[in-house]
């Protein structure tokens, strides 16, 4: 898998809703959800790369799919 640098959470966030997620509950993570999957994402600046590596594998997508919705 292609290094994911990291990335500001709210990045992610925008990132992530162009895929099809949406917000379903916010607090110190926030949990996103496509009716399918359930993604949750630390509210950290940056998200660490291995940690956003696994967030975008959950989300079914690849690093590189990932990339170009940022």
Avoid: C, Q, S
């Avoid at 956003?52 to 919705?69: C, P, Q, S, W, Y």
């Amino acid at each position: 898998m292609p290094r994911l640098p990291g990335i500001n959470h709210r990045d992610a966030v925008r990132a992530l809703e162009k895929a099809g997620f949406r917000i379903a509950r916010e607090g110190k993570h926030i949990v996103m959800t496509d009716g399918r999957r359930i993604l949750t994402l630390p509210r950290a600046n940056p998200i660490n790369a291995f940690t956003m590596g696994g967030i975008v594998r959950d989300a079914g997508l690849t690093v590189e799919e990932f990339k170009k919705l940022v």
